[in-house]
């Protein structure tokens, strides 16, 4: 994977990867990655979004991946990255948004952006036709009660310290990512193959044929927490457990096909529950639940759905 960056109007770096379908004129997705995560999490859909005719923009939100940290940020701010990064890139006709767990929330606020109808907002309908969100996670509003429990701690905690949950972060696998690659490969391979992800998770993390998934996602990670004190992670789990900035309800109606949910049955990390209260809160919103699948297994066997929903939404759409 080639990871490339530009300098947004503010000076920032915003890196990223362009993989699948790479032509200039093929429909475009970005792809906003999970908890802690980067952009080189989108390998995992490289394949299916290569089969389905799909250039596929892997983003790294601020201080993960490469990009550069942005101080007090907001969910809310996330749009006008991804239209800088569009036109950079040139992007030709509607695209689409994919957000896979905590991306959800990013996938959300850009489908938000333009709900008015203003031709002027960050991503105004002509221009985002389409978006999906897998394994999303929800709104506060909803009640973290489901969650792990580490990840309701970090949340929590989040809210009053964030400098204290970076050190956690960094101390729990960035140390690790940075000088020890194999050891943090082998705790998230424990973690999965004890089961205590759920059993649909373990088979997946096991086969060999989802090998490049692992790798995938183990890489992300470790672009994740590449920085010391994991300022970026830490500050993502203080805006994802603090109150968005808007409801899901403000999203707007969407037509046949254009917004999708996907989210696994079985799901121990994200309760299904929050997809289907996202689902009915979106005008037009499907919610596709496959109950046999957790949290991963979920991620790794829908690519090729989503990406040919996605693929007919953006044809039709242009």
């Given at each position: 994977m080639e990871t490339k960056t530009i300098v947004l109007p503010d000076g920032r770096n915003l890196a990223y990867a362009v993989l699948g379908d790479v032509g200039?004129?093929?429909?475009?997705?970005?792809h906003l990655h999970g908890f802690p995560?980067?952009?080189?999490?989108?390998?995992?859909?490289?394949p299916a979004a290569a089969r389905h005719g799909i250039r596929l923009?892997?983003?790294?939100?601020?201080?993960?991946?490469?990009?550069?940290?942005?101080?007090?940020?907001r969910i809310l701010d996330w749009p006008a990255d991804v239209r800088a990064l569009a036109d950079h890139l040139g992007t030709q006709g509607p695209f689409g948004v994919l957000g896979i767990s905590g991306g959800g929330p990013y996938a959300w606020a850009c489908w938000r952006s333009g709900a008015g109808g203003d031709p002027d907002a960050a991503l105004p309908r002509s221009m985002l036709a389409a978006c999906a969100v897998v394994g999303g996670l929800g709104p506060p509003s909803f009640g973290f009660g489901g969650l792990p429990a580490s990840s309701r701690a970090i949340f929590w905690l989040s809210q009053w310290s964030t400098g204290l949950v970076g050190a956690g972060l960094d101390y729990a696998m960035g140390k690790a990512a940075r000088g020890r690659p194999e050891q943090l490969a082998a705790s998230i391979d424990d973690m999965y193959l004890s089961g205590s992800r759920g059993e649909a998770d373990k088979a997946v993390w096991a086969r060999e044929e989802f090998a490049y998934s692992r790798r995938a996602l183990l890489d992300s990670l470790a672009a994740a927490m590449s920085e010391?004190?994991?300022p970026g992670?830490?500050?993502?789990?203080?805006?994802?457990g603090a109150p968005w900035g808007f409801g899901l309800d403000e999203l707007g109606a969407a037509g046949e096909g254009r917004v999708v949910v996907w989210h696994g049955g079985q799901d121990l990390n994200v309760p299904v529950d929050m997809a289907r209260r996202s689902a009915a809160l979106v005008q037009g919103a499907e919610c596709k639940i496959w109950d046999s699948e957790a949290?991963?297994?979920m991620i790794v066997r829908s690519?090729?759905?989503v990406m040919e929903a996605l693929a007919?939404?953006?044809?039709?759409a242009s």
């Open positions: 200039d004129d093929k429909p475009t997705v970005f995560g980067s952009h080189h999490e989108a390998a995992i859909y490289a923009v892997g983003i790294s939100r601020p201080g993960m991946g490469g990009s550069t940290f942005q101080p007090e940020r010391p004190g994991a992670p830490a500050w993502e789990a203080r805006v994802l949290h991963a297994s690519a090729d759905h007919l939404a953006l044809t039709t």
